[in-house]
């Protein structure tokens, strides 16, 4: 099993530009999350998915906008790639609602964003 | 005031060293607590969940104090390869939020 995977690892956009991040799980994972950590912060939930065809917003979802249209795969869009989106982003998994027993969330190798 | 605080450390010990790390949390609705376990650019990885009752995995155990609204980490016996930072998690009831402090780094030393 490759548990969580994100594409790409790293990338570098100009402001205005649009791109979009994979994450894939091949746990049979019905809940998918989007998070953000930045230097001397925690991780930020931005988006977050409770089965597929379903989304919903984190914490701090402006700029971003996900889909889910299979289980597997969860996607975050930057429409308009601004400075303040210089981060490191994670997608995590967990079988169930994260916090019970046996629901940890398993998180992919991130991807380091920039944009200039 | 940030809900989940922790002291970023860092904590220098040399190997065989006892160190404990403490985190607060400010949110009455707490009601999953976590550790994970955070590799220099690399992604989280759960340590231990913790318990009202505490609980002990090899060198590691966690407590938590409701009343005082704070958890521990405390590792004994240390090795080079604890060093790493050390993140506090806390999700709140209805577990939709899920709130990670900034984590603490420690460095084992030879």
């Known amino acids: 099993n490759a548990g969580v995977t994100q594409t790409p690892k790293f990338r570098v956009l ?4 649009s791109m979009t991040l994979l994450c894939a799980q091949d746990m049979n994972h019905e809940y998918m999350y989007w998070y953000r950590q ?12 409770v089965g597929e065809g379903t989304t919903a917003k984190g ?15 969860f996607l975050l869009g930057l429409e308009s790639a601004a400075p303040s989106q210089t ?30 | 005031r940030k809900e989940v605080e922790q002291d ?20 009455s609705a707490s ?27 090899g060198r590691f155990t966690a407590q938590l104090n409701r009343a005082s609204q704070y958890i521990s980490l405390l590792i004994r016996d240390s090795k080079l390869s604890d ?7 806390v999700i709140l009831t209805g577990g939709f939020k899920t709130i990670f402090g900034a984590g603490t780094r420690l460095f084992v030393k030879a």
Not at chain 1, 14 to 17: E, L
Not at chain 1, 41 to 47: D, E, F, S
Not at chain 1, 99 to 111: D, K
Not at chain 2, 83 to 89: E, F, G, I, K
């Open chain 1, 38 to 49: 930045d230097p001397g912060m925690g991780l930020r939930l931005i988006h977050y998915s």
């Open chain 1, 87 to 116: 981060s490191v982003y994670f997608c995590a998994s967990s079988y169930g609602l994260a916090g019970a027993r046996g629901n940890e969330q398993f998180f992919g190798p991130g991807t380091r964003l920039t944009v200039l």
């Open chain 2, 31 to 57: 009601q999953s607590f976590f550790w994970y376990r955070q590799d220099c650019r690399k992604e989280p990885k759960l340590l231990m969940s913790v318990y009202s009752s505490g609980n002990e995995d």
């Open chain 2, 83 to 89: 060093s790493a930072t050390y993140l506090c998690v």
């Open chain 2, 8 to 27: 970023p450390g860092p904590f220098n010990v040399p190997e065989g060293a006892t160190v404990a790390f403490n985190c607060t949390y400010s949110n």
């Open chain 1, 59 to 73: 914490e701090v979802p402006d700029g971003y906008n996900v889909s889910r249209l299979k289980k597997q795969n």
């Open chain 1, 14 to 17: 100009k402001t205005g530009q």
